[in-house]
């Protein structure tokens, strides 16, 4: 399946938060993005799927460093 600019863009951006979530045992995928809500779906790995600081990486990290970048972007929430 071919990216969306959007998906395109939601990958570079979480390809330069990668190394910092990569460097305590984690890591973040990309799994959707829902142009009608706003909304992208990540997933955390590794040491940062059961972190107790995980909703905080979520929310003042990868959704913000998101909205930031990405103005079509509305929250980010965790995938299953």
């Known amino acids: 399946m071919n990216e969306t600019p959007v998906e395109t863009r939601i ?3 979480l390809d330069s938060l990668r190394e910092y979530l ?3 045992g984690g890591d973040v995928e990309f ?3 829902n142009s009608v809500t706003g909304i992208a779906h990540v997933r955390l790995t590794g040491a940062c799927r059961t972190c107790p600081m995980s909703l905080m990486t979520l ?12 103005s079509e972007i509305v ?3 965790q995938a299953q």
């Open 11 to 13: 990958e570079h951006v």
């Open 22 to 24: 990569q460097a305590d």
């Open 31 to 33: 799994v959707s993005f």
């Open 59 to 70: 929310r003042g990290g990868i959704e913000r460093m998101l909205k930031h970048s990405i």
């Open 75 to 77: 929250r980010v929430e």
